[in-house]
């Protein structure tokens, strides 16, 4: 989930609504922030001492609130590599002398239940240990210039649909040229077959031409039931890419690194 930087006068407006009575329904629906956010920011306000129908918080109050706007991963109670030692003879044996698979390492230490640490803090404890080497990656060619263009989606956020006044998931197409990693993202509501196309055109029109062939995620409106083995192409999208002349291949599902 991406970042979003909350300001003062933001955090001033979530505390001036909740003092004047509302709700944190009410307060997340008029300042466009979550409601996990606006609840965040309250309990800090009460703890430093904010209080409904009080007075403004003061600078000190406002103060002690700025720690949580900060970014970046929080540091844990206890490392989890602190954890991970009273386990270390054992994980070394799973791992370098039975040969076992991460997963499987994982379940016999019991999971969170047994060892409160996250499949993702194991997996690098044993990385920096050198018992595991990282899988390589393979560099292609570079295609020639126009070849190739790659295209997947990505959450942007929640943007206010001015129609309905409510919050809405908007999604980005990514479109990238294979050869000069040049890019173009464009916004829309749904990954239907009409708003892909508009997508696309807008891109085409951007790069000034279309790709011999575009390698596209295994989306609902361009692939009919992903097939790692044979895939096929729905009728509306095979058709669109006959009318523009540039080849469809999808990428296997859930192998992002089929891409370049």
Not at 63 to 78: D, E, T, W
Not at 104 to 122: A, F, I, K
Request: net charge positive; charged share 25%; hydrophobic share 35%.
């Amino acid at each position: 989930m991406a970042f979003k930087e909350v300001s003062r006068v933001e955090v001033i407006e979530v505390i001036r609504r909740w003092q004047k009575g509302s709700g944190l329904r009410a307060v997340a629906r008029t300042t466009s922030l979550s409601r996990s956010t606006v609840r965040k920011y309250l309990q800090a306000a009460i703890a430093a001492g904010v209080r409904q129908g009080g007075p403004p918080p003061s600078d000190d109050q406002l103060l002690a609130l700025a720690p949580l706007n900060r970014s970046g991963p929080k540091q844990p109670a206890v490392p989890s590599t602190e954890r991970l030692v009273a386990w270390h003879d054992r994980i070394e044996q799973w791992v370098r002398q039975e040969r076992l698979q991460l997963t499987r390492v994982y379940e016999l230490m019991g999971g969170p239940e047994r060892c409160p640490v996250s499949y993702t803090s194991l997996r690098r404890y044993v990385r920096r240990q050198g018992w595991t080497k990282p899988v390589g990656t393979v560099r292609l060619p570079d295609p020639p210039p126009g070849q190739v263009a790659e295209c997947d989606f990505g959450r942007l956020g929640y943007l206010v649909d001015p129609e309905t006044g409510r919050k809405r998931l908007v999604w980005g197409l990514l479109v990238v040229l294979a050869y000069s990693r040049h890019s173009f993202v464009w916004p829309l509501w749904y990954q239907t077959l009409e708003e892909v196309i508009a997508g696309f055109e807008t891109a085409w029109a951007f790069f000034s031409g279309v790709p011999r062939t575009l390698v596209l995620d295994n989306f609902p409106a361009a692939v009919v039931g992903p097939d790692p083995l044979n895939p096929q192409l729905s009728r509306g999208f095979l058709e669109y890419s006959q009318r523009r002349g540039f080849l469809a291949d999808p990428a296997r599902p859930y192998h992002p690194k089929d891409k370049e």
